[in-house]
């Protein structure tokens, strides 16, 4: 379908892709079975100025909005969920500051996020909290001009390789989540240590690790809020890509292979099964561009929107990933096609960012709010 893009969202889109099929796919198998961090891939993404898309102008970004961030993470994600993951998390890491933050914070860290000098981590998730907000452990005590932090994060993406995390600990547990803030601490801050490098089934590429605060001072002038509405198309973003990459990959090979003189893509179960798949991805994409262009025109309350093409495209990810196994039999199951690495990798969209499950309530309780409304 034709999204009816700009000349310059065509040109990130065609970078991004550019970078994926150039400098991502010959690497991607490597870097997931090595666990080994994408630090080359990022440095070329740097220098495309793929990491300024969203940031505005005057920090020496590109001034763009999430649509345009959302066209780039799926390219990215057509070739590799990890390194695609990488990225993302990187935004979502920002957006705190970028929305909520002061001039000075915003002068002080975006430039650095913009060229790339500088990674970014979100902490939220811990062993009892994630989904849950309000079961956040962390604590952050003001102590003169100074938060001490204390606690642990769980499951962190860019977790030890980042720079700069944005971490949420409670400052009034009895406001329950609305207690809860959000702090800019840097890598080598006294008190802040890593846990172990997760050992993941998908997403290999990522760093995954625990941070743990002790005792940990940063200045008072660090606080910031939230959000994760404004990330969640991202998520979105990255399912409608591993499926695109995982049914080009399926399609080629039904092309390719025969059985009984003829190409499996001859037989209609297999033509039904890749018809089902081209029609989720094209409906996922739909959703996701428009979800993306409704939260860059400003509108107010986007929780449910963002939570439907949080859930829909990652759900399509996962569905259409292992029916490209399917398709390619034996061989989709191999490491030598990408195939079973993107159904590895497209699980853990239906888990990171609030699961699907919870996305779902997001979306039932928003509907009750409008049918009540209505009467």
């Known amino acids: 379908m034709d999204y009816f893009l700009t000349e310059e969202q065509a040109m990130i889109r065609d970078l991004a892709r550019q970078i994926a099929d150039e400098k991502i796919t010959p690497v991607r198998a490597e870097l997931d079975e090595k666990e080994e961090f994408p630090w080359e891939i990022i440095k070329v993404i740097a220098q495309s100025d793929l990491l300024r898309i969203f940031i505005p102008e005057e920090y020496e970004g590109l001034g763009k909005g999430g649509f345009e961030l959302a066209l780039a993470v799926e390219e990215l994600s057509r070739a590799c969920l990890g390194i695609s993951t990488t990225y993302a998390a990187n935004a979502l890491g920002t957006y705190p ?28 998730t811990e062993a009892n909290a994630g989904s849950d907000a309000a079961g956040i452990q962390t604590i952050a005590k003001l102590e003169g001009n100074e938060y001490v932090l204390n606690g642990t994060k769980q499951w962190i993406t860019n977790g030890g390789e980042a720079e700069i ?24 801050t006294p008190g802040f240590t890593f846990g172990k490098k997760e050992n993941k089934m998908g997403i290999r590429a990522s760093s995954t690790r625990e ?5 940990c001072r ?9 959000t994760l509405d404004n990330s969640r198309t991202g998520v979105g973003a990255q399912g409608v890509g591993v499926a695109q990459g995982a049914f080009d990959a399926a ?18 179960a297999v033509q039904h099964i ?32 963002s939570a439907m093409a949080k859930v829909f495209a990652t759900d399509v990810a996962m569905k259409v990933t292992v029916d490209a196994v399917q398709v390619m039999g034996g061989s989709g199951y191999m490491k030598e096609y990408p195939v079973e690495k993107m159904m590895r990798d497209a699980k853990i969209l239906q888990i990171y960012e609030g699961t699907n499950q919870i996305q779902r309530n997001v979306i039932g309780q928003a509907l009750i709010k409008e049918t009540a409304k209505k009467k």
Do not use: C
């Not at 949420?168 to 601490?185: C, E, H, L, W, Y």
């Not at 941070?211 to 005792?215: K, P, R, S, T």
């Not at 399609?251 to 209609?268: L, N, T, W």
């Open 274 to 305: 890749l018809a089902d798949m081209a029609t989720q991805i094209e409906a996922a994409r739909a959703l996701v561009y428009s979800v993306a262009r409704f939260i860059d025109s400003k509108a107010k309350d986007v929780s449910k929107e």
């Open 218 to 226: 940063i200045p008072k002038e660090n606080i910031i809020m939230k």
């Open 211 to 215: 941070l743990i605060f002790q005792d």
């Open 97 to 124: 500051i970028l929305l909520y933050g002061s001039d000075a914070q915003k002068k002080k860290y975006l430039p650095d996020i913009a060229s790339g000098k500088r990674l970014v981590a979100f902490g939220l």
């Open 165 to 188: 995390y944005t971490i949420i600990a409670m400052t009034d547990k009895s406001k329950g989540p609305r207690g809860a803030s959000a702090f800019i601490v840097e890598k080598g």
């Open 251 to 268: 399609a080629g090979f039904a092309r390719e292979r025969h059985q009984f003189g003829h190409p499996v893509i001859s037989f209609q």
